[in-house]
């Protein structure tokens, strides 16, 4: 199979599984297919599907990750703080390490709004309909909603990382509280002691609740540094700690911490 055949088996298939959408035009050109294909994965429930299906899709994301290309975790240059600490620009679903974490919302499914540009959206689209079933699978034994600071770890299926660390940071409406500061704080220890008890070495962080859930990113950074930097003088088994950024805002407050001794964070 080409890639423009499995692209459309799959769209196909999809379509199939989500009646609702059956007069849905596939569109001709590569593009919009990879477009519909991508809100069609992020729209589909956690369901099992066939192993004809998933070979077919694992060999479209891996072909597709390769198409992205990929940064090697250990080709990154250490921060002037800290030999073990990183920082990094770019997207998180092209990183080579042994585990990302995912900035994920209590459900814990990934985001159902197609083609959204969330983490959580981008993370599921690239791993493949296997994430959401696990994460469905965990729920389904938890029995309730992930708590905020809490996280939970799963395969990285068509990811170039090995797991996905998936939490939940706390949501900000209205001024900075100190209870918001305490639970992103528990975030970065949660991850920290999940991936370490799982033998993860190099492990990349997003900015958590800094996007929808509208955490300020100068405070957000603060407390992440702090907590990572903490943990480190503890432990000896995590050989990298990567602070992923997307945007230059989040890259400049961090690259100004990380060459800087890292502050005591003053919750607002």
Known sequence: MTQDERRLYLIQALL??????AGVAIPGDESGQQQLLRSLFNLRPPLPTDEAFLKIQDAYLSQRVRERGTTDAASL??????PRIFLWQGDIT???????????NSALLGCFQPCHSCIDNIIHTFSGVQLRLRCHELME?????????????TPGYNLPCQQVLHTVGPIVSGPLQSSDCDLLAQCYRSCLELAVAHGVKSLTFCCISTGVFHFPQDQAARIALESVSTFLK??????QVIFNVFTDTDFN????????????????
Not at 141 to 153: F, L, M, V
Not at 234 to 239: E, G, H, N, R, V
Not at 253 to 268: A, I
């Open 16 to 21: 199939k599984e989500l009646p609702q959408y």
């Open 77 to 82: 240059v250490p921060s002037e703080v800290n």
């Open 94 to 104: 092209t990183l080579k390490c042994d585990a990302i974490v995912n900035a994920a």
């Open 141 to 153: 034994a938890q029995g309730h909603p992930e708590s905020t600071g809490t996280a939970k770890i």
């Open 234 to 239: 503890t432990d000896q088994t995590l050989q």
């Open 253 to 268: 407050l961090y690259k100004q911490l990380l060459t800087h001794t890292p502050p005591t964070v003053t919750h607002r």
